[in-house]
């Protein structure tokens, strides 16, 4: 299929902000769940917050109060807005999609289908 584009990382200090984008090549991905996965040397990937073709969500532990994801099906973009980093945040984020519009919220990597190639955050103490 298409690309998945992601853009917004850089480097922060703990306590700042980030707001992350994704834009997909096509319009089919307005249909699926989508979300973000990150990955840290020596660290397990995680799947940090997911949305719905409808606006559903679900954050990991790790998260949740902190991150928000949402989505504009019209520009087929999906976005995090990331406050409140820390440290352990620091990571290679990258966006992902379901390929069926019946898979509902998903943190699992496996769920997912297609995949940006990630942009990099850093947040310093």
């Known amino acids: 299929q298409g690309q998945l584009v992601e853009s917004g990382g850089g480097s922060v200090q703990a306590g700042g902000s980030l707001k992350l984008s994704c834009v997909a090549s096509?319009?089919?991905?307005?249909?699926?769940?989508m979300g973000w996965v990150r990955q840290a040397p020596g660290k397990e990937r995680e799947g940090v917050a997911s949305?719905?073709?409808?606006?559903?969500?679900k954050y990991a532990e790790s998260v949740k109060g902190r991150f928000t994801i949402s989505r504009d099906n019209a520009k087929n973009t999906q976005y995090l807005q990331m406050n409140s980093l820390k440290p352990e945040d620091t990571a290679m984020y990258v966006c992902a999609s379901t390929s069926h519009p019946y898979t509902g919220l998903t943190l699992a990597a496996v769920d997912f289908t297609y995949w940006g190639k990630g942009t990099q955050v850093t947040v310093a103490s």
């Open positions: 096509e319009y089919t991905y307005s249909r699926y769940a």
């Open positions: 949305i719905t073709s409808g606006g559903s969500t």
